[in-house]
């Protein structure tokens, strides 16, 4: 990873976002440009656990330190068998506490991104799910307990599959919002104001019509969130730059 030391710190008040696939080759290399590839080293990875899950396959899962003492835990979705939140209990390993939490659930999970969205110290859980019915659910993190509550703060799409789910700052404005990337359907971003989101993704330039099923944000260093997303089924990918 390579650090800027002059990077831009501007606020963002309202941000535009505008499609650089076509030129997504040069953009790559003018982000590279200041790298010194040098201070790249290969990791390595080994394992340290037995195998978690005898049957069934996980589609998702996301650490944050659920219990604030101070090591990760881990929540892990599947497809069609009830959800995980595994509590990290140090040398002691980590102890399956979904039930008692009241976060179990048995749809097709196919994204987790933890976030404090109400900025209470706690991080908070959204899921993304596939099927007819509501496709989202934000899990609001109590301490021990978790609540749904994303009707109450205008979070609901009704129908489609949700393959990305990530929280980011967009407007600088020191809450987060949220952007879903959607496999069949147009992407949404999420605007928080006042505790309440609304979809912006059709007037800031973001609401994508292509198989999404992958984003990630980042600073190019002019002080402005970009974002990259992937697409599927032989859709270009997309580069979206901030200004």
């Known amino acids: 990873m390579c650090k800027d030391e002059n990077r831009s710190q501007k606020t963002r008040s309202a941000t535009q976002f505008m499609s650089w696939q076509m030129f997504a080759g040069l953009a790559f290399v003018a982000l590279l440009g200041g790298c010194d590839r040098t201070d790249f080293r290969p990791v390595r990875f080994s394992p340290v656990s037995e195998e978690l899950f005898g049957e069934g396959g996980a589609l998702t899962d996301a650490w944050a330190d659920v219990d604030l003492d101070g090591d990760p835990d881990r929540f892990v979705g599947f497809?069609?068998?009830?959800?995980?939140?595994?509590?990290?209990?140090?040398?002691?390993?980590?102890?399956?506490?979904?039930?008692?939490?009241?976060?179990?659930?048995?749809?097709?999970?196919?994204?987790?991104?933890?976030?404090?969205?109400?900025?209470?110290?706690?991080?908070?859980?959204?899921?993304?799910?596939?099927?007819?019915?509501?496709?989202?659910?934000?899990?609001?993190?109590?301490?021990?307990?978790?609540?749904?509550?994303?009707?109450?703060?205008?979070?609901?799409?009704?129908?489609?599959?949700?393959?990305?789910?990530?929280?980011?700052?967009?407007?600088?404005?020191?809450?987060?919002?949220?952007?879903?990337?959607?496999?069949?359907?147009?992407?949404?971003?999420?605007?928080?104001?006042?505790?309440?989101?609304?979809?912006?993704?059709?007037?800031?330039?973001?609401?994508?019509?292509?198989?999404?099923?992958g984003a990630l944000w980042f600073d190019d260093g002019d002080g402005w969130l970009d974002v990259i997303v992937s697409n599927m089924n032989g859709d270009a990918n997309g580069l979206y730059l901030g200004s």
């Open 79 to 213: 497809n069609g068998t009830p959800s995980r939140l595994y509590r990290n209990d140090g040398i002691d390993g980590f102890v399956d506490i979904a039930s008692e939490a009241g976060l179990t659930t048995q749809r097709s999970v196919r994204t987790s991104a933890w976030g404090d969205f109400d900025s209470d110290g706690d991080p908070d859980l959204l899921l993304g799910y596939s099927g007819e019915e509501s496709v989202i659910a934000l899990w609001k993190n109590n301490g021990a307990t978790f609540t749904e509550v994303s009707e109450m703060v205008g979070l609901r799409i009704v129908s489609g599959a949700t393959r990305q789910a990530a929280w980011v700052d967009v407007d600088a404005d020191g809450d987060l919002d949220l952007f879903l990337a959607m496999r069949d359907g147009p992407n949404h971003l999420f605007i928080q104001t006042a505790g309440k989101f609304e979809n912006e993704a059709h007037n800031l330039g973001l609401d994508d019509t292509r198989r999404t099923v």
